[in-house]
């Protein structure tokens, strides 16, 4: 497993953008695929976007494809979620997760998929 640790969170008006980065601990980063998930008041945590360990796949959910774009370097241990037009329902606490796998091109979606897990970062658009 790895350990995670995110930053960038904050307050934005609607229209700006942030960027988020989990910084991972260990020599095993680069074997894992990463995502973010988020999690609103009242609901239930959801899937934001995944990128394969080879960091040549990337998956996102429909409510954010044009707008947010993540991205990882292997070399620094950190994946980042950059996010541009952000709205008020895109806010949340965001974590990142991670999940070894051997497949290179390798993208779970299910946060079930993940082992490793960081303590989050709130995230507010106000309108």
């Known amino acids: 497993q790895v350990q995670l640790v995110e930053s960038g969170g904050g307050l934005v008006q609607a229209g700006g953008s942030l960027r988020l980065s989990c910084a991972a601990s260990?020599?095993?980063?680069?074997?894992?695929?990463m995502g973010w998930f988020r999690q609103a008041p009242g609901k239930e945590r959801e899937f934001v976007a995944a990128?394969?360990?080879?960091?040549?796949?990337?998956k996102y959910v429909d409510s954010v494809k044009g707008r947010f774009t993540i991205s990882r370097d292997n070399a620094k241990n950190t994946v980042y979620l950059q996010m541009n037009s952000l709205k008020p329902e895109d806010t949340a606490v965001y974590s990142c997760?991670?999940?070894?796998?051997?497949?290179?091109?390798?993208?779970?979606?299910?946060?079930?998929?993940?082992?490793?897990w960081g303590q989050g970062t709130q995230v507010t658009v106000s309108s």
């Open positions: 260990g020599r095993t980063f680069s074997s894992n695929a």
């Open positions: 997760a991670a999940d070894q796998t051997e497949h290179a091109w390798y993208v779970p979606l299910s946060s079930r998929n993940y082992e490793s």
């Open positions: 990128i394969s360990w080879s960091g040549g796949n990337t």
